[in-house]
Structure formats: C-alpha cells, structure tokens
Nanobody
Framework: QVQLVESGGGLVQAGGSLRLSCSASGIPLRFTFGGWYRQVSGKERELVASMSSSGTTNYADSVKGRFIISTDNDFNTVYLQMNSLKPEDTAVYYC?????????WGEGTAVTVSS
C-alpha cells in the first residue's frame, strides 16, 4: 500500500523558518517523487519545489531564494526548508508521488505564518 506522510508544519511568525518532511512507504521515493505543493482554501494546488532523482531542483518564483528542497542520503525522506516565511506562504503543504501511472498525495501539513 502506497502512503505519503508530510510533517513539520505549524504556526510561525513572519521571517521565521520551518522544515517540512515527506516520507513514503510502498514506493521508492527517489524515482517517484513529484514535488512539494501547497494549497490555499479556494485556490488551486501549486507546485512549490521539486527534485529529480539526479538531484536537479526547481522552485516556484515566489519561493526562490527562501525555500530549499533536499533529501536524506537514501532519498527516503524529502525535506522542504522554508526560510524567511511570509504570510502569503500560509497554506497546506503536500508532497506528490507518481508510480505506475497513478498519483499519490499525502494528507498535507498546515503552515500558518502570522504577520
């Protein structure tokens, strides 16, 4: 059974930092990881950052220079280090995996940035 689990969200003041984690069971995250996304209620889910199996990273313009995506040595966990947080970063953050033609999402972790 495929399962993605996000953690690390919380309430932080503007300018603060959080580190999110995404772990998976049932699939090799190195070859299936599709990215970190976020969603604000009433809006579409948007890609925040992604990392390929070779380590190539990609960031949304809104988070470039502030967020860093990384993994542990075995690519078992994907992290999203979020620095200089802004109120507009408030959202539920999800990680995505794609495996054998199906997409898998975790339940998300909520990030709230107060001004």
């Amino acid at each position: 059974q495929v399962q993605l689990v996000e953690s690390g969200g919380g309430l932080v003041q503007a300018g603060g930092s959080l580190r999110l984690s995404c772990s998976a069971s049932g699939i090799p995250l190195r070859f299936t990881f599709g990215g970190w996304y976020r969603q604000v209620s009433g809006k579409e889910r948007e890609l925040v950052a992604s990392m390929s199996s070779s380590g190539t990273t990609n960031y949304a313009d809104s988070v470039k220079g502030r967020f860093i995506i990384s993994t542990d040595n075995d690519f078992n966990t994907v992290y999203l280090q979020m620095n200089s947080l802004k109120p507009e970063d408030t959202a539920v953050y999800y990680c995505l995996a794609s495996f054998l033609g199906r997409f898998y999402w975790g339940e998300g972790t909520a990030v709230t940035v107060s001004s």
